[in-house]
T-cell receptor, first 115, second 108 residues
């Protein structure tokens, strides 16, 4: 059974940092492009960024609102995806999902940025 | 950036009726890499269709996807009570990946 389990969501002050994790199982994680997607309260889905496979170069790309502040990485030995979020803003408040188009979505983790 | 426009914003239908949801792209979607997701309140989205017309594992055959280029459609042949939800399209053929704004299918 495919599982994606996010963790690390929390309440953080503007300007702060947070690292989210996503533990994957049930598929060959190292072969999968992985994405982070977020959903602000009551709003639609917003793509945050993605990371290629290591054999594909491990390259990343990001949505404009988070570029330069967020970093996606992966540890294939641990089947885990990460999202390092720096210089957080109130508008980053959302449920953050890790997802693979073919393998599905995690249940999400809530990040609240507020003073 | 490819902008995806979904229509209608809300679809009011009765169980047993046919639902037709549209997703129009501002430019051609590479390789027709267009997915459809269903989301219910408090839940993560669920993949229904990928590559425009391939049904995901475990998805009932009342869900079908069609289209290519810039115009895509999700059809639910006969609505079941559990199908009332919000549906999103997503293109994953080019970066940045983008989502449509969603179509809510509600009970009439």
């Amino acid at each position: 059974e495919v599982q994606l389990v996010e963790s690390g969501g929390d309440l953080v002050k503007p300007g702060g940092s947070l690292r989210l994790s996503c533990a994957a199982s049930g598929f060959t994680f190292s072969n999968a492009w992985m994405n982070w997607v977020r959903q602000a309260p009551g709003k639609g889905l917003e793509w945050v960024g993605r990371i290629n496979t290591k054999t594909g170069g491990g390259t990343t790309d990001y949505a404009a609102p988070v570029k330069g502040r967020f970093t996606i990485s992966r540890d294939d030995s641990k089947n885990t995806l990460y999202l390092q979020m720096n210089s957080l803003k109130t508008e980053d408040t959302a449920v953050y999902y890790c997802m693979s188009v073919l393998w599905g979505w995690g249940q999400g983790t809530l990040v609240t940025v507020s003073s | 950036e490819i902008v995806l426009t979904q229509s209608p914003g809300t679809l009011s239908l009765s169980p047993g009726e046919r639902a037709t949801l549209s997703c129009r792209a501002s430019q051609s979607v590479n390789n027709n890499f267009l997915a459809w997701y269903q989301q219910k309140p408090g839940q993560a989205p669920r993949l229904l269709i990928y590559a425009a017309s391939s049904r995901a594992t475990g998805i009932p055959d009342r869900f079908s996807g069609s289209g290519s280029g810039t115009d895509f459609t999700l059809t639910i042949s006969r609505l079941e009570p559990e199908d009332f939800a919000v549906y999103y399209c997503q293109q994953y053929g080019s970066s940045p990946l983008t989502f449509g704004q969603g179509t809510k299918v509600e009970i009439k």
